[in-house]
C-alpha cells in the first residue's frame, strides 16, 4: 500500500505523462495536478502526525544497497514536515505562474520543474545520509538547465555560477558523511549521537556540514552565485530558488546542529556574527539597489543570514525561530517575487526609477504589496513578527551584542522595503512605465490573496509550525 512516498511519485507520474504529450494545454494541466495532488498528500500527512513524538512518523521503506544495510526510506518528523509542505505548496505556486508566463519548450520545463521539486522533497524526507546526499546533488541537474535554458542573456554563466559554487563546495559535506560513517557506525542521521572523535576532529566535521550549507543557503562571503542565477532564472524559478532551494542549507544545518552542541558554544560567537555580517550587508545591497528584481534577491539573502544565527545560538528559542522563520521567508519572498513579475509583465522592466504613484491606478496590486511588505517588516499580527520575535530572543540570550546587530539589520529591511514600496507605488508625478501596469486580475489576486491569508494566519497560529517543537535542543548534547 502506498503511503508518503506518494508525495514523490504523483510528481514523477506527472513527468512520465509530459513526456509522452505533445498539447501544451494538456502537459500545463498535467503539472498542475501532479503538484497540487502531491501538495494535497503532504498536507494530509502534515494535519495527521503525532506531535508529541520526536521519531520519523509514516515510514516508507525499500532495500537500496543490502551490502551496507541501508534502506532507502522516507519519514516525516518536526523538522522536515514544514519544509515538505512548504516546497509542495512554493510548486504548486511556481506552475501556476510558468502557465502564464513561459512560452518556450513549456513541456520540458514543467518536467524539469517537477523533477526538481521531487528532488528537494526526497532531499527533506531522507533518513539516512547517503540518500539526503545524493538527492541534494541530484537537484542540481533540473535547476542548472532550468536556469541556462529558459533564463536571460546571461544565463548560461549565471548556471554555470551556480553550478560551481553549489557542487564544488558539496566536497565537504560528502567528507562530513564519510566520517559519521566511519566514526558513527553508518549513515543513518541518528549515529551522530554515537561519534566516537575527541572535540577538535568533531569540531572539524561540523565546519564540514556548515561549509557545505552555508553555499547552498547562501550566506556572505559565499554569496557569489546568488545575484546572477536569481536575476537571469524566469520567475517561476526564481521563486523556487528562493522560497525552496535556500532552505535546504538551513533545513541541513537544523538536522545536524543539535548533535554538535557540546562543542558549538566555542565557536558559535563567530559563526552567528558571520550570519549577521550577512544580513546587514546584504540589507545595504538592497538598499543601494534600483532595479525590483535585485532588491528582492538581495533582501532574501539579508534575511536567511538572521534566520541562520538563530540555528548557532544553542537555545530553543533560537531552534524554533530558524523553523518558523523559514517557512515565513519563503512565503513572502515568493509573494514578493510575484508581484515584481507583475510589474515586469507590462512593461519589460523592474527598474524601479521607472515607475510611481501606482496606488490609484492599481488599488489591488497596491493593498497586496503593502500587506506583504508589512508582513515582511515584521509588522505584529503578520508572520514574520513571531519568527522575528524568536530568533531576536534567541540571539540575545547568547549575545547582547548580536542581539543588537540583529536589531539594526531588522530596522535597515524596513528602510528599503519602505523605500522600494515608494518609489513605485506613491511617488508622484509617475513615470513612463507606471501608465503601460494593469491591476491584477482575478487569478492573480486570488494567489496573492493566498499568500496574504497564509501571513495572517500563520501569524495567528504560529504552531502550525511549532507544535511540539519544544525540548529538541539542550546545550550540552543532542537535540
Given at each position: 500500500m502506498m503511503g508518503i512516498e506518494l508525495i514523490l511519485l504523483f510528481p514523477l507520474l506527472g513527468i512520465f505523462l509530459i513526456w509522452i504529450t505533445k498539447n501544451s494545454k494538456v502537459v500545463s494541466l498535467i503539472a498542475l495536478l501532479s503538484s497540487l495532488l502531491s501538495f494535497l498528500i503532504a498536507l494530509s500527512y502534515y494535519l495527521n502526525f503525532d506531535r508529541t513524538k520526536q521519531d520519523f512518523q509514516f515510514l516508507s521503506s525499500y532495500e537500496w544497497i543490502s551490502a551496507w544495510k541501508l534502506n532507502f526510506t522516507l519519514g516525516f518528523d518536526h523538522i522536515n514536515a514544514p519544509f515538505v509542505l512548504l516546497t509542495t505548496f512554493i510548486t504548486v505556486v511556481v506552475i501556476l505562474l510558468a502557465i502564464k508566463t513561459v512560452r518556450d519548450k513549456i513541456a520540458s520545463f514543467m518536467a524539469f520543474l517537477l523533477l526538481l521539486s521531487l528532488s528537494v522533497n526526497a532531499f527533506f524526507m531522507s533518513t539516512n545520509f547517503l540518500q539526503f546526499f545524493f538527492f541534494y546533488e541530484a537537484m542540481l541537474i533540473p535547476s542548472v538547465l532550468l536556469i541556462q535554458r529558459w533564463g536571460g542573456d546571461n544565463s548560461s554563466q549565471a548556471a554555470m555560477k551556480f553550478l560551481i559554487y553549489t557542487f564544488g563546495f558539496s566536497i565537504f559535506l560528502f567528507i562530513a558523511i564519510i566520517a559519521v560513517y566511519y566514526y558513527g557506525g553508518g549513515f543513518s542521521f541518528s549515529y551522530l549521537e554515537s561519534l566516537k572523535m575527541n572535540k577538535p576532529t568533531k569540531l572539524l566535521l561540523l565546519f564540514g556540514f556548515i561549509l557545505a550549507f552555508f553555499v547552498k543557503i547562501p550566506v556572505v562571503p559565499f554569496h557569489g552565485w546568488l545575484k546572477d542565477a536569481y536575476y537571469e532564472s524566469p520567475m517561476p524559478v526564481t521563486i523556487f530558488l528562493s522560497a525552496v532551494l535556500g532552505k535546504m542549507g538551513i533545513y541541513g544545518i537544523l538536522r545536524v546542529i543539535t548533535y554538535f552542541n557540546d562543542v558549538l558554544s566555542s565557536v558559535n560567537f563567530w559563526i552567528m556574527l558571520l550570519c549577521l555580517i550577512s544580513f546587514i550587508y546584504s540589507a545595504f545591497l538592497a538598499l543601494k539597489a534600483k532595479d525590483i528584481k535585485v532588491i528582492f534577491a538581495y533582501m532574501s539573502l539579508s534575511h536567511v543570514g538572521i534566520i541562520t544565527a538563530g540555528a548557532f545560538t544553542g537555545n530553543l528559542h533560537g531552534y524554533q525561530g530558524v523553523l518558523l522563520q523559514s517557512i515565513n521567508h519563503g512565503i513572502l519572498a515568493a509573494g514578493l517575487f510575484y508581484i515584481a513579475e507583475l510589474l515586469n509583465r507590462d512593461t519589460k522592466s523592474f527598474d524601479s526609477e521607472k515607475f510611481g504613484a501606482l496606488s490609484k491606478r492599481t488599488p489591488a496590486l497596491t493593498f497586496f504589496t503593502f500587506s506583504l511588505i508589512m508582513a515582511m517588516g515584521g509588522f505584529p499580527g503578520l508572520n514574520y513578527f513571531n519568527g522575528e520575535l524568536l530568533l531576536l530572543s534567541g540571539i540575545f540570550k547568547e549575545n547582547a551584542v548580536l542581539g543588537f546587530l540583529g536589531?539594526?539589520?531588522?530596522?535597515?529591511?524596513?528602510?528599503?522595503?519602505?523605500?522600494?514600496?515608494?518609489?513605485?507605488?506613491?511617488?508622484?508625478?509617475?513615470?513612463?512605465?507606471?501608465?503601460?501596469?494593469?491591476?491584477?486580475?482575478?487569478?492573480?489576486?486570488?494567489?496573492?490573496?493566498?499568500?496574504?491569508?497564509?501571513?495572517?494566519?500563520?501569524?495567528?497560529?504560529p504552531d502550525f509550525i511549532l507544535s511540539g517543537v519544544r525540548e529538541i535542543v539542550s546545550l550540552g548534547g543532542k537535540g
Open positions: 536589531v539594526f539589520g531588522v530596522a535597515l529591511g524596513v528602510v528599503y522595503l519602505a523605500w522600494v514600496f515608494y518609489r513605485v507605488f506613491l511617488r508622484k508625478p509617475a513615470c513612463e512605465l507606471s501608465q503601460f501596469v494593469k491591476d491584477i486580475v482575478s487569478w492573480e489576486a486570488l494567489i496573492l490573496c493566498l499568500f496574504f491569508l497564509l501571513s495572517i494566519y500563520l501569524g495567528l497560529n
